[in-house]
């Protein structure tokens, strides 16, 4: 899927109600602390939400893996989502990051809170 679909919400949501939410995992609740201060210092998403432990089941190069891992919901606009995302590539220190982007409709005042604190430049993610 292109980038330019990835960007353009469904057409039916009035654009300033949209809010982009990036999900990802850390192995130590350390790390998925100084990536969320890392995003709200910069401007980058308005909300890091962390969850866990959790436990995560999958193969990796072939082997079964159980884990206990953090998970991470960054909540950011649609305009920032590409450089919250770059942001979270550069201080992730898994080989193969889980990065999930989503679309949803928030309320008026919190997509109105959203975007007051979310300030991302090109600048913002170094």
Not at 47 to 56: A, N, W
Request: proline residues 5%; negative net charge.
């Amino acid at each position: 899927m292109s980038r330019e679909l990835l960007t353009r919400p469904d057409a039916a949501w009035p654009a300033e109600q949209v809010i982009a939410e990036i999900r990802t995992t850390f192995s130590s609740r350390h790390d998925a602390v100084a990536c969320g201060n890392h995003l709200i210092e910069r401007g980058l998403a308005a909300c890091v939400q962390i969850e866990g432990p959790l436990t995560s089941i999958y193969r990796w190069q072939g082997t079964l893996e159980t884990v206990e891992e953090f998970g991470c919901r960054c909540k950011t606009t649609p305009t920032a989502a590409a450089a919250c995302e770059a942001a979270i590539m550069s201080l992730h220190p898994y080989t193969t990051p889980e990065i999930l982007l989503t679309f949803s409709c928030g309320s008026t005042g919190y997509a109105a809170w959203v975007r007051e604190n979310v300030v991302a430049t090109s600048e913002s993610h170094r």
